[in-house]
């Protein structure tokens, strides 16, 4: 398994980035998910998709505001970001694990990561 993010940047509060995630090895059976980290600090969880649990499940701090979705053709995975604020900026990554993962929004819960990627929201 390989995952590949991108589409990180530097943008204005109140506007908007889609970063892309993608995947090979990966099947439409595994759970997906962003993360993001701040130097100094612990990596924290965005968003996932969980296989066959039915919908998208996100961070409080990001509920209303960010998209993830996949596309299992092109195995790639998205995370539409809306609204940004300067507290969103990190470095963001993709991760993917072949199970459908009870605990989805801690780290160790994937086998598989992607480089990451610096989204920048300036004030």
């Known amino acids: 398994v390989q995952l590949q993010a991108s589409g990180g940047g530097l943008v204005q509060a109140g506007g908007s980035l889609r970063l892309s995630c993608a995947a090979s090895?990966?099947?439409?059976?595994?759970?997906m998910a962003w993360f993001r980290q701040v130097p100094g600090k612990e990596r924290d969880f965005v968003a996932a998709?969980?296989?066959?649990?039915?919908?998208?499940l996100y961070a409080d701090s990001v509920k209303g505001r960010f998209t993830i979705s996949r596309d299992n053709v092109k195995n790639t995975m998205y995370l539409q970001m809306n609204s940004l604020k300067p507290e969103d900026t990190a470095v963001y990554y993709c991760?993917?694990?072949?199970?459908?993962?009870?605990?989805?929004?801690?780290?160790?819960?994937?086998?598989?990561w992607g480089q990451g990627t610096q989204v920048t929201v300036s004030s």
């Open positions: 998709i969980v296989y066959a649990r039915g919908s998208a």
């Open positions: 991760a993917a694990d072949p199970y459908r993962l009870v605990a989805y929004d801690v780290p160790g819960s994937y086998d598989y």
């Open positions: 090895g990966v099947t439409a059976r595994f759970s």
